[in-house]
């Protein structure tokens, strides 16, 4: 039992927000003053969003930073989250996780606030959720999924294929190129450029279960086509798999990216920081195009489970 | 995978609130008007907090009417939800489960706004959270745990045990008398009273763990002590225990009552539906005293996990 007081310990000192209450009072106490919340939950399994060997430190940053990825997509500035945490008999690993959970709080300015912990029947893989709260201003829009346009410019904040290709070398029992590895489990959410170009988008989400189905999972709520022509891979992805279209398709169907998707209107020069993937069409469902041929889709566009 | 097709049109029928995005936007947008938000979590977990064979229409209410509690302990009223869900493979549970859920937020008025579903491992049990945000007005001051004063009168707002001694008949086999059982699975938080206490009360919790272990916190909180001088059973409880002194410590030491526990000013009539169950003074812990004597604690005072 003295884990669990270690752990509380811990979380009490992460949770110096005066929104906390100290984390004694069963809640968080959020004022508001006219701005708009922005509100998103995410819920990782061991075993299946991150492996029992992942270092805890980087179970616990990943969790805040797939949390981040969605309030960055909706370009809001993090106001604070609550923790759902279950216990499993280990309490380094829990006092890693949180200490990871903390660097990433810290670091993207996300306060914990409040939570539940739970201990969990021996061997039970760990369930952990995080809520995230962030804030938009009065009165600004807040892109949706929904509303990409036929003319809009398909782009991406970042090469996709890293963290799919990082999981593989871990299943595979290796641990290198690192930076492959890294990019599974640490990824960086993209909150200031989010926060950037969230006024001039039709439509913004992240990359979280595979670019071909998070681009089919916009065309569709925005009813109309998308064509992919290009598969942006990082230079180490590259060295590892090279870029024949199958490596592209890999890296288009591989989850975990955690970059910013969006349709831009207008011609005028990208954004820094973007790269432009595709475009939006009329009618209806994702197409792929690459090296100027059409591209057979594969029965897998991604991950159903995010 | 047609469950899952089925779960996700049963979620997006209950999430009407505009606040939602049709639930196709990972994230929930709650306006603000400077109102106070209230947020707490709670997690359930499947052999620790519900029974495998509850049904699951129950388990779906109490995981609503446990936070639905936590709002009522500070006044709030509820303003959304959002919800963690653990797929186990058995697509009738889930939709039982939903059911319960919807029935529970429909009648306290608290829409689900947002969540996140996940797979899990084969076997696993189920793990689920739901986080509530409830909301006071502007300035209106919020009970914490923290505030009783030498004096108050520590009062509940209803008899406690019954969802205890619900829980050992399941344990032995047994499902009457099914208005003990009843308090164990279906939980009915007391919002409206909890609403027009806030104003009055020093502090306020709600009774989760057992009486005398969140007696205990709360004059830890407060940095006084409360002596408890009276368990009140319900006429169901005696029935079929007894109200010595045994009977009554069991009854002050089983969780899942939810009833609310407050500290109150004065010496004016008890507001309708409190019953005094003893009072706060000075020094700290908390102490027993029933029929005229004091009563030694026992070893255990509650349940240490919520």
Chains 1, 2 share one sequence.
Not at 24 to 50: C, K, N, S, Y
Not at 84 to 108: C, K, Q, V
Not at 118 to 139: C, D, F, K, M, N
Request: hydrophobic content about 40%.
């Amino acid at each position: 039992m003295s884990g669990e007081a270690d752990l509380l310990r811990q979380l009490r000192a992460m949770a110096t927000d005066p929104a906390a209450r100290g984390l004694r009072d069963d809640v968080a106490v959020l004022p508001t003053m006219g701005e708009q919340l922005v509100v998103t939950t995410d819920t990782i399994v061991e075993g299946v969003h991150f492996r029992a060997d992942d270092p805890p430190e980087t179970v616990g940053w990943k969790l805040a930073a797939v949390n981040l990825s969605d309030l960055a997509a909706k370009g809001a500035v993090p106001r604070c989250c609550m923790l759902n945490h279950a216990l499993a008999g280990d309490p380094g690993w829990d006092s890693g996780f949180l200490e990871g959970l903390s660097r990433a709080l810290g670091r993207f300015g996300m306060p914990i606030v409040g939570g539940d912990t739970v201990a969990l029947p021996a061997g039970t893989p760990r369930t952990i959720s995080l809520t995230a709260i962030g804030e938009v201003p009065h009165a600004v829009a807040i892109p949706s999924r929904s509303g990409a346009r036929p003319g809009d410019r398909i782009c991406v904040s970042g090469p996709v294929g890293d963290a799919g290709a990082g999981l593989a070398l871990l299943e595979a029992g290796k641990t290198s190129p690192a930076e492959l590895v890294r990019a599974y489990r640490v990824p960086v959410p993209h909150l200031t450029l989010g926060q950037s170009l969230a006024g001039t988008v039709h439509a913004m989400m992240d990359v979280s279960d595979g670019l071909l189905i998070d681009v089919a999972r916009m065309a569709e709520a925005s009813n109309c086509a998308i064509q992919i022509n290009h598969v942006p891979l990082s230079p180490c992805y590259e060295a590892l798999r090279g870029s024949s279209v199958q490596a592209r398709l890999e890296a288009a169907t591989a989850g975990d990216d955690y970059v910013l998707l969006m349709a831009l209107p207008g011609e005028r020069d990208l954004p820094r920081g973007l790269i432009q993937v595709g475009h939006c069409k009329r009618g209806e469902g994702v197409s792929l195009r690459l090296d100027g041929k059409a591209v057979r889709l594969p029965a897998r566009l991604g991950y159903e489970h995010g």
